[in-house]
């Protein structure tokens, strides 16, 4: 059992940064793949980042690539969002989610493929 708590949410302008944290629980964080999905008001759900139990394997979708970057802290049971250069459609609740597997599957990008996830945390970037 994993449980994950968002942070680092918040009112930034474009071109601002900011660093979400998902703080997790449970002896099996370390050996759990950990994702990133967003979801803006009236749209889905979106996977945003995913990383392997022990960050060698990242990705990112198109549209952050260059500006986010996914990583973990084993030793911190913490998996961190970095956002630079952010845009108006960044705009979203940005939810952490945790696999039962350590790794990340052909499919790594679907909801479905996670099995924990943290409450959300909004992020507002103005224009």
């Known amino acids: 059992q994993v449980q994950l708590v968002d942070s680092g949410g918040g009112l930034v302008q474009a071109g601002g940064s900011l660093r979400l944290s998902c703080a997790a629980s449970g002896r099996t964080f370390n050996s759990a793949a950990m994702g990133w999905f967003r979801q803006a008001p009236g749209k889905e759900r979106e996977f945003v980042a995913a990383?392997?139990?022990?960050?060698?394997?990242?990705y990112l979708t198109d549209s952050v690539k260059g500006r986010f970057t996914i990583s973990r802290d084993n030793a911190k049971n913490t998996v961190y969002l970095q956002m630079n250069s952010l845009k108006p459609e960044d705009t979203a609740v940005y939810s952490c989610?945790?696999?039962?597997?350590?790794?990340?599957?052909?499919?790594?990008?679907?909801?479905?493929?996670?099995?924990?996830w943290g409450q959300g945390t909004q992020v507002t970037v103005s224009s």
């Open positions: 989610a945790a696999r039962r597997q350590s790794w990340l599957s052909s499919t790594y990008y679907s909801p479905n493929e996670y099995a924990y």
């Open positions: 990383i392997n139990w022990n960050g060698v394997s990242t």
